[in-house]
């Protein structure tokens, strides 16, 4: 089936440093990637849509200055996470359309990275 | 927008047995689907189970079932003989049927301790 591959899956940072997150769909293209933010014991909320070739889709309250989406190839999507803080620490978490028809319907998950600043 | 709700933060179930996790949703659009998605304790999200809203038949796979009421915007998860491995977190969640993106909205979590 198909395989998101996500990395790091851990980093520890020092506040004001940034730091990427990789997202990469193995055995499949994906045009379209969503990135999640998940903190303790809560859902997933959508931060945004990463668009192969184009720029990313912000949902409301999210600063896209903060957190930098690239989607250069069909295979990668990168969040970089800029002049991290504390407040930043938490769980994200990258997801791929796997496409087609059928596929259109279904979204793969990347196993997710845990970012913690200092 | 469409929202999700999951009024269980948690629930119990002892192994063998049957549980059912609640789901509600919101939304004033006609075609859609629901998925059931399970996160372990690895926090890797794996698809349980979904459904089109086309489609009257309740979905199934193997021990999870779901109950699809469209009409009362209910989608149930209900889980037989439930196994050790079962214990996650279960997040309920919604897309629309619009082909221009596959954004989910998911419901809150329902965290489910399976008792030996």
């Known amino acids: 089936g198909a395989v998101v591959s996500q990395h790091p899956s851990r980093v520890i940072c020092k506040s004001g440093t940034s730091v990427k997150i990789e997202c990469r769909s193995l055995?499949?293209?994906?045009?379209?990637m969503f990135w999640y933010r998940q903190f303790p014991k809560q859902s997933l909320m959508l931060m945004a849509t990463?668009?192969?070739?184009?720029?990313?889709?912000?949902e409301q309250g999210v600063e896209k200055d903060k957190f930098l989406i690239n989607h250069a190839s069909l295979t990668l999507s990168t969040l970089t996470v800029t002049s991290a803080h504390p407040e930043d620490s938490s769980f994200y978490i990258c997801?791929?359309?796997?496409?087609?028809?059928?596929?259109?319907?279904?979204?793969?998950f990347g196993a997710g990275s845990r970012l913690t600043v200092l | 927008a469409q929202t999700v709700t999951q009024s269980q933060p948690e629930m119990s179930v002892q192994e063998a047995e049957t549980v059912t996790l609640s789901c509600t949703y919101d939304?004033?659009?006609?075609?859609?689907?629901l998925f059931w998605y399970k996160q372990p304790p690895s926090r890797q999200m794996i698809l349980v189970i979904r459904?089109?809203?086309?489609?009257?038949q309740n979905a199934t796979e193997n021990r999870f079932s779901v109950n699809f009421q469209k009409a009362a915007k209910s989608f149930s998860l209900k889980i037989s003989d439930s196994q050790l491995g079962d214990a996650a977190m279960y997040f309920c969640?919604?897309?629309?049927?619009?082909?221009?993106?596959?954004?989910?909205?998911f419901g809150e979590g329902t965290q489910l301790t399976v008792n030996p």
């Open positions: 969640a919604y897309r629309s049927g619009e082909t221009s993106g596959s954004r989910l909205t």
């Open positions: 990463s668009n192969e070739g184009s720029k990313a889709t912000y």
């Open positions: 055995d499949f293209q994906a045009t379209t």
């Open positions: 997801s791929a359309r796997t496409g087609g028809a059928e596929g259109a319907n279904v979204l793969t």
């Open positions: 459904q089109e809203a086309y489609k009257q």
């Open positions: 939304t004033s659009e006609s075609d859609y689907y």
